[in-house]
């Protein structure tokens, strides 16, 4: 029998669910009908100031490129095997808008295209630039030049693969998108876009065909810059991407419409693949020195990273299946852990078995902390990611938000030994700015325009490491994994806990670099304990309303299962990551 107080609180929260329920519904349709509303009021003055009107400068002057021998990093210029590119930054001297909307897109802020103009002689056009206006200007496209005579030629004609004349949003006039049709064996990889309904001109200088030989397979899109209701416009990647691949990224967009073809565009591909463009050890330095990151921790961390070396040696133990009785000391350099192979389960690490020595390791010594750089080429040698890889001892337990409950702890669920995250700064080869962020969040991440960053102490990326999981975000606050504002909690908040990474770092990993012994160990960075979760889900169960009891089983066991149980992660080297693009 339940006490009536035990009725009330129930009759409670089944209002407070109610309320929360139907007063989403209200609220979306106010909303919708608010967004329909807009629709239709064409013709309005346009907004004054929009971000984009703005060009996005970094806060401090950008360092100076020591020289690099015999290498091309930020000289400006990549030859690919015949066709020499270089980056243009889109400013107002580099380029002029073609079209605008105000409307949709991301903060309903709609979207600019803008045209490369006033190119160095001998440089063709090879696509239109396209970017929402709800950030700063910060954008480029590659523009090329014929080195062999046979690279580049005009189009034979073009193909209107979408237009915005029908759509009941404010913009300015009616948009044209076409696509040039090239010889045979040359493709396009970017779009020609006017405001008349007139094919555009059929000249080089309007924009060039490249040479099938030095294309990629058809590209892919990369992040959404513009949508409305049957068209999407979107930025351009090679589909085939990583350390190896020579798929380019080009800068340009590709434009999707209903009932109208579908563009076939390319990427480039850099034939001429020989790292020459990647920064010399010395200009790697410089580089992190200007642009490493802040890292902040949450004011209630208590699991804190440190250095690989000192886990080792402060008493980490190599333990193997079938004689887990005799563990081994791991040597502080990991020298005597267990080289290649796979993931097999034979070995993992586990910390001293006696309770201080272990609740000391586990909390980590951020005095201690070294992060570790793995240098790597991307999309063809033009850009290389410097990876950020931080090791935290200790990943504390999960918790998770469900309705009117902000903040329920799952126990021991979602602890585990051993933690790695990392950061990943992507820089353009050409002048060697920083064009892009990763953070890696549990099992995915985000990459984010260098615009959209916070930056303190001159260039720095500021990142904020969430409270137990360490999982890295660009901002702080909440971010809830899951579905309708429930799931798992990600707390971000900036303390004077807090690490430069570029005050202490080991380069581990990338071209002409010795790899320490413990970046091929393949094995567990800690032991899988099989927690009985049911159990666990009935003890939290028994504390919450009946009617949240399904709602929370159901939360939990959408959870990954990597976070239910207790199981040490693998090293940066076995993550698809480290010869793959993020």
């Known amino acids: 029998m339940q006490s009536s107080n035990e009725k009330t609180f129930e009759l409670f929260c089944f209002l407070h669910f109610v309320l929360l329920l139907f007063g989403n519904q209200v609220f979306c349709i106010q909303a919708r009908a608010n967004s329909n509303l807009n629709l239709i009021v064409t013709g309005s003055a346009h907004p004054s100031a929009l971000p984009v009107e703005t060009t996005f400068k970094f806060p401090s002057p950008l360092h100076l490129i020591p020289p690099g021998g015999e290498r091309n990093f930020g000289k400006g210029k990549i030859d690919l095997g015949g066709l020499e590119v270089i980056q243009i930054s889109i400013s107002t001297s580099t380029s002029q808008r073609v079209w605008r909307t105000f409307e949709r897109g991301p903060d309903n802020m709609g979207v600019s295209i803008f045209q490369p103009i006033n190119l160095p002689s001998g440089f063709f056009t090879l696509g239109f630039y396209a970017q929402p206006n709800n950030r700063m200007l910060f954008g480029w496209v590659l523009v090329a030049r014929d080195l062999s005579g046979n690279s580049l030629r005009q189009p034979l004609d073009y193909i209107e693969v979408g237009n915005t004349t029908s759509l009941t949003v404010k913009q300015d006039g009616a948009a044209y998108f076409w696509q040039p049709l090239c010889p045979n064996g040359y493709g396009a ?22 040479g099938s030989h030095l294309t990629d397979q058809r590209g892919e899109a990369d992040t959404w810059v513009w949508m409305i209701e049957g068209i999407t416009l979107s930025g351009m990647r090679p589909a085939n991407r990583g350390t190896e691949a020579t798929g380019m990224y080009t800068g340009t967009f590709s434009f999707q419409q209903q009932n109208f073809p579908r563009p076939f565009l390319s990427c480039l591909r850099n034939t001429k693949f020989d790292l020459s463009s990647m920064p010399s050890q010395d200009q790697t330095r410089v580089l992190f020195q200007a642009f490493s990151p802040l890292i902040y921790f949450h004011p209630e961390e208590e699991f804190l990273p440190s250095s690989v070396d000192w886990v080792f040696s402060n008493g980490a133990l190599l333990y193997q299946k079938g004689n887990e009785s005799n563990p081994v000391p791991v040597q502080p350099n990991g020298s005597n852990l267990p080289q290649g192979g796979s993931d097999d389960d034979l070995y993992w690490v586990d910390y001293p078995k006696d309770k201080n020595a272990r609740e000391r390791v586990k909390r980590g010594d951020l005095g201690n902390t070294k992060v570790y750089l793995h240098i790597k080429p991307m999309f063809g040698g033009t850009f290389t990611d410097i990876v950020v890889w931080i090791f935290s001892p200790f990943n504390g337990n999960a918790r998770v938000k469900i309705l009117f409950i902000k903040s329920l702890s799952l126990g021991e669920i979602g602890e585990h030994i051993g933690d790695w995250e990392h950061v990943t700064l992507r820089f353009s080869n050409f002048n060697g700015e920083l064009w892009r962020v990763y953070f890696s969040e549990h099992s995915g991440g985000s990459l984010v325009e260098a615009c959209d960053l916070e930056f303190q102490s001159g260039n720095k990326p500021v990142v904020y490491s969430s409270f137990h999981g360490h999982a890295m975000f660009s901002k702080p606050g909440l971010v809830v994994q899951g579905q309708d504002g429930n799931g798992l909690r990600n707390d971000m908040a900036r303390s004077d ?14 071209p002409g670099i010795t790899e320490p012994p413990w970046l091929n160990y393949f094995r567990k960075w800690g032991p899988i304990v099989r927690h009985d979760v049911e159990k666990t889900l009935d003890s939290i169960a028994t504390t919450l309303p009946r009617l949240l009891r399904k709602r929370f089983r159901d939360l939990v066991h959408s959870i990954p299962p990597e976070v239910l149980q207790e199981m040490g992660p693998t090293g940066p080297k076995v993550k698809k990551s480290w010869s793959a693009d993020e």
């Open 189 to 210: 990889v970017g779009l020609f876009v006017t405001t008349s309904p007139l094919k555009p001109p059929l000249r080089q200088e309007s924009i060039s065909c490249v």
């Open 497 to 510: 806990k807090f690490l430069d990474a570029g005050v202490d770092y080991e380069v581990i990993g990338g």
